[in-house]
């Protein structure tokens, strides 16, 4: 069943990047899963030394990609889910598309990153050696529900598998009361103290999410200095810190998708604003993002005030308007011609204004999706 499973998705992935349908992240994986719906569980798609899942409200690519870095650097072959297609097809699929139809051979690890509703079904199907749980917040309600009903999903499908350790900050409350089995090593990321940290890679990532890496690798035999080492000039996910040219202007993306993700952001701007022009807010309400919106409302207003204030601001999206009150609420004056919910028109406005060149872009998921094909022509990577 795998073999003409797997011979199936190929065929799939051959038509979608023939075709220019997208980058072959999902589509596979949700036929994989119409076929044979016990694929996860098939022995023949497993990694030879395991599989670490990477889940948490934020953080999740960026943690991924660092530990997939590190790891083929160490010289192993691993699998990952680059598109950052985290449900359970995104999976399937980047499972099957390092799998080769003729090769008995699997690759050393899987290190995939997974929605953090999506992790209890996950796990219940798929081996895991490890599981990184980075944070969880108040993040698309109208869908997911509080967080205590999914850090008790967590723990009970975490409980029911054979996860050999588990990598959590115990500077989060919410993680200290969670029970695990004698049989799981639980390690504490936060035990690693931030000065030791490289002020290279600190400044352009979170802390907590590189301290998650470098106690999951140690438990994995690699050292953290080693680690470090290999992480000296490892570069942001896409819309994570990103930074596109297009003429003479500089986008810098940074992914705002809830209340904790666009409250850090604020701050970190907050302490660079002298490298910025201006600033752009895209907030949507498609699919991806959930459509209730009302955790703008969330984030403190003196945030948003001490990041934005003496800052030429602009606003974009679906839900621009919702995100033009919400500033404007916060006490920062945006002037009437600078909030427009067409994304194109509001970069136009950007690109006349020659006063311009560093511009920081805070968009919702759908948002950024967007932004970076109609900069750079490919939604992803």
Known sequence: MLFITLLITRSLEFLIHLFGLGAGGTWPGHAALKIYPGILADPGIRPSLGTILVSGTNGKTTTTKMLCRVLTQKGYSVVTNASGA????????????????FSRRPADYAVLEVDEFALPSVLKQLPAKGVVLLNLSRDQLDRYGETDLILERWENSINESNVNFVVLDKSFDYFNKMLFPSGTEVLDAESIPEETLPAELNEKFHPKNIKAVLT??????????????????????????????VGDLNFHIFLAKNPASLTANLKDLEKKKSEFDAVLFILNDNIPDGRDVSWIYDVDSSVIFSGCSDKEIYVSGVRGFDMAVRIDYAGVVIPKENVL?????????????????????????????????????????
């Open 341 to 381: 919910t067409s994304v194109p028109e509001i970069v136009g406005r950007i690109k006349n204004k020659n006063t311009l060149k560093n511009i920081i872009v805070f968009p919702n998921y759908s948002a950024m999706l967007y932004f970076r094909k109609m900069l750079t022509g490919r939604k992803i990577l």
């Open 86 to 101: 985290n449900l359970t097809n995104g999976l399937v699929s980047a499972l099957l598309s390092a799998k080769h139809l």
């Open 216 to 245: 999951t690798l140690s438990f994995l035999g690699i050292t953290i200095n080693e680690s470090v080492s290999l992480l000296s000039d490892f570069e942001p996910a896409y819309g994570r810190g990103e930074s596109v040219r």
